[in-house]
């Protein structure tokens, strides 16, 4: 899964949008001013998302392409290769992980409208 192929995957969620607001390098990805994924373009061989704290030590111990997130809560936050061999459908559904993780913690009536929206995404895949 190239850069291109996760920005437009993480843009295809409801109301999310990218900026970078560490430096020049750093592509964050957000719903409402919440960051759910981040994507180093320096070292675009390193996703960073979040999930629950037991899915993210669960995932560590199964993949050895994810592991604790270099500068954020590593209970929650994992950074994944995309160099090693994990399939790109299992990619994705990390980042719908992670997307809905942060919509679960939003008031509730964000929450409830965006997870109205949240039955497909822009390539008509069920999330």
């Not at 981040?38 to 629950?52: E, F, H, Q, Y």
């Not at 942060?102 to 039955?119: D, N």
């Amino acid at each position: 899964m190239n850069i291109e192929e996760i920005r437009e995957y993480c843009l295809s969620m409801p109301e999310a949008t990218e900026d970078l607001p560490f430096d020049e390098v750093t592509l964050v990805f957000r719903v409402r001013r919440k960051i759910f994924a981040i994507l180093p373009l320096d070292t675009p061989r390193w996703l960073v998302v979040r999930s629950s704290e037991d899915y993210a030590s669960e995932l560590r111990e199964k993949y050895e392409e994810i592991l604790p997130a270099y500068h954020m809560n590593k209970k929650y936050w994992s950074q994944i290769d995309l160099e090693g061999n994990l399939r790109y459908d299992f990619i994705k559904s990390l980042i719908r992980r992670s997307y809905k993780e942060i919509v679960s913690k939003l008031p509730k009536a964000v929450r409830i409208q965006l997870e109205s929206l949240l039955t497909y995404d822009n390539q008509g895949e069920r999330i």
